[in-house]
Structure formats: C-alpha cells, structure tokens
Nanobody, 116 residues
Framework: QVQLVESGGGLVHSGGSLRLSCVASGSIAIIASPMGWYRQALGKERELVAAISSGGSTNYADSVKGRFTISRDNGKNTVYLQMNSLKPEDTAVYYC?????????WGKGTLVTVSS
C-alpha cells in the first residue's frame, strides 16, 4: 500500500518561505514515477502546483513560476517543494501526489497559510 506523508506547512508572513516535504513508501515503483504537488484553497478546486518526472524534468503552474522549486531525492523516496516569496493567494492545503500503476495516490495534505 502506497503511503504519502507531507510535512512542512505552517503560518508565514507574505514574502516568507516554506519548504514542504513528502515521503512516499510502499512500492519500489515510486522511484520510476512522477511526483507532484497540488493545492486546494477554500472554495476552489484542487490545482497542480508543480510536478517532477523520475528523471528530474519539472513543470510549474504559471502562478508559481520563479518562486517555487520542486525537487526529489530518489534515495529517500521524497519530493520537496521550496516556496519563496509567498503571497496570501498561496494559502491552501498542499497535497503530495504520485500516479502509480494506473492509480492516483494522495497524501492527507499540509496547510500553508500566508498572512498579509
């Protein structure tokens, strides 16, 4: 059973930084899977923030380009999201995602709150 556990959320002032981590476990196939971060703000749909392939190729939502950086450590089955220059509109629950063998696995989420 694949499990994803996020950490690193919290309350930060506008302009501040946070680093999210997601540790994946339960399958040796994770190392060959893309990994991603999504977010869902109150009253809005879940949206892709950033994704990274097994080989390290990345893509970002336009709203976070230049501010957020996704990375992964395959030896630790961990994906990171470094978030800089945070804005109040970045406030959301952030979810880790791994698509694997036809299924989409999600963590429980970590709350990021950016105060103005």
């Amino acid at each position: 059973q694949v499990q994803l556990v996020e950490s690193g959320g919290g309350l930060v002032h506008s302009g501040g930084s946070l680093r999210l981590s997601c540790v994946a476990s339960g399958s040796i196939a994770i190392i060959a899977s893309p990994m991603g971060w999504y977010r869902q703000a109150l009253g809005k749909e879940r949206e892709l923030v950033a994704a990274i392939s097994s080989g390290g190729s990345t893509n970002y939502a336009d709203s976070v380009k230049g501010r957020f950086t996704i990375s992964r450590d395959n030896g630790k089955n961990t994906v990171y999201l470094q978030m800089n220059s945070l804005k109040p509109e970045d406030t959301a629950v952030y979810y880790c995602n791994v698509p694997l063998l036809g299924l989409n696995y999600w963590g429980k989420g970590t709350l990021v709150t950016v105060s103005s």
